[in-house]
């Protein structure tokens, strides 16, 4: 009797010993399903940006897209700033939406030479068609621009491609570097790459394009000129100095000759929003209803992403407070520009309406 009344607390104990070890045991299996199922996704995820490291890595992580590793000559800087490069933001607007896909693309797609191009102008909104044509789910955009028919030429077209995001053959890939149009040797080693490559130019009144350039230059140089004497060699006599670059850029038609030496019109859009999808042979997916006005900007931002609670803009180099010049100097350029618009709209077939 003594015995047993001794054998019970012990048998007791044991019993609790083998419930809490089960238990314990089954606490490690799920929290160990669930960690191990999270670095999986987490991986996959950021697939492609993996080797983004060093002590950039978080910013470049923020930007989403930043593809492959090779990328040291691209214009990373720039893109970051473009993409509302701050804390809270992510380059790709369509994150969620394109993420099941993004998972199967990077994992089986193939990198491949980009089929189309957004070549241009620079200041023109070329990064906000690039960020609402790339929510299309047949687009794969590289996020960063990777200057190759101006800048890296010589890097080989191998090294191009490994920028390259991995697209399935249902998709396209796109990049854009806006210095391409105004570059002379661009539609030249375009054409050599595939003169089936499409176009994209993105224009913009070439008045309000130059004061944009400037005003972004300025950011960077406060020091600076004025505007009003980098743009003319002679004020009082309006002689404009075609040689400053934010001037020379607007003179679309004499940069579209040269690409029309290499490429069919058939080829280049200059663009309007929803036809893009039309020109690149997509589905129109992509419409109004993705976007709302953004009264502070001053422009279309994207809706709230599947991926986030927040409204997407572009960045703060997007929509800067244009410094103030002279209506008068705004008219003398009008009258410079006008005779290579009105060329440039009988050339393309499309009244922009910038007179
Ligand atoms: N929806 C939307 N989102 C963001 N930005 C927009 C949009 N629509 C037009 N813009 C105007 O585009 C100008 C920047 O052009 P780019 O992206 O071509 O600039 S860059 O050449 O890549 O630096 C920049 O012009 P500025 O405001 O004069 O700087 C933007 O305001």
New binding site residues.
């Given amino acids: 009797m003594a015995h047993r009344l001794l054998a019970s607390p012990n048998r007791f104990s044991a019993r609790f010993a083998f419930i809490f070890t089960i238990s314990l045991s089954c606490t490690y299996l799920c929290y160990s399903i669930i960690f191990c199922r999270r670095t999986i996704m987490t991986n996959q995820a950021y697939d492609g940006r993996r080797c983004v490291t060093g002590k950039n890595a978080g910013s470049k992580k923020l930007l989403g897209k930043v593809e492959g590793c090779a990328t040291a000559a691209v214009d990373v800087k720039?893109t970051q700033r473009?993409a509302g490069g701050t804390s809270t933001a992510s380059s790709h607007w369509s994150e969620g939406k394109l993420s099941k896909n993004i998972s199967v693309t990077q994992k089986y797609g193939n990198k491949k030479l980009p089929n189309a191009l957004i070549v241009g102008?620079?200041?023109?909104?070329?990064?906000?068609v690039l960020?609402?044509i790339r929510i299309h789910p047949d687009v794969r955009a590289l996020g960063t621009?990777p200057h190759f028919f101006d800048r890296n030429y010589e890097r080989g077209l191998d090294w191009y491609r490994g920028l390259m995001p991995r697209t399935l053959d249902s998709q396209i890939t796109l990049e854009?570097t806006?210095s391409y149009f105004v570059t002379r040797e661009a539609p030249r080693r375009i054409s050599g790459m595939s003169h089936q490559t499409k176009l994209i130019v993105?224009v913009?009144n070439p008045v309000?394009r130059a004061?944009?350039d400037y005003?972004?230059t300025l950011s960077k140089k406060p020091n600076l000129p004025t505007f009003e004497e980098l743009a003319f060699k002679n004020r009082s006599l309006g002689t404009v100095d075609t040689t400053w670059n934010a001037i020379r850029i607007g003179m679309y038609i004499i940069h579209l000759e040269n690409w029309l030496q290499y490429f069919r019109p058939s080829q280049m859009h200059f663009v309007k929003m929803g036809r893009v999808q039309d020109f690149l042979g997509l589905k129109r997916i992509i419409s109004d209803k993705h976007?709302y006005f953004n009264r502070t900007?001053?422009?279309?931002?994207l809706k709230k992403p599947e991926s986030s609670s927040q409204p997407r803009?572009?960045g703060k180099?997007?929509?800067?407070t244009?410094v103030q010049i002279d209506q008068e100097v705004i008219e003398q350029l009008r009258e410079f520009y006008r005779p290579f618009n009105i060329k440039f709209y009988e050339t393309v077939g499309q009244d922009f309406k910038w007179d």
């Fill in positions: 720039e473009d102008v620079k200041k023109g909104g070329t990064r906000a960020e609402f621009e854009k806006p993105v913009r309000t004061i944009s005003t972004q976007f900007k001053g422009f279309p931002c803009c572009l180099s997007k929509g800067r244009h």
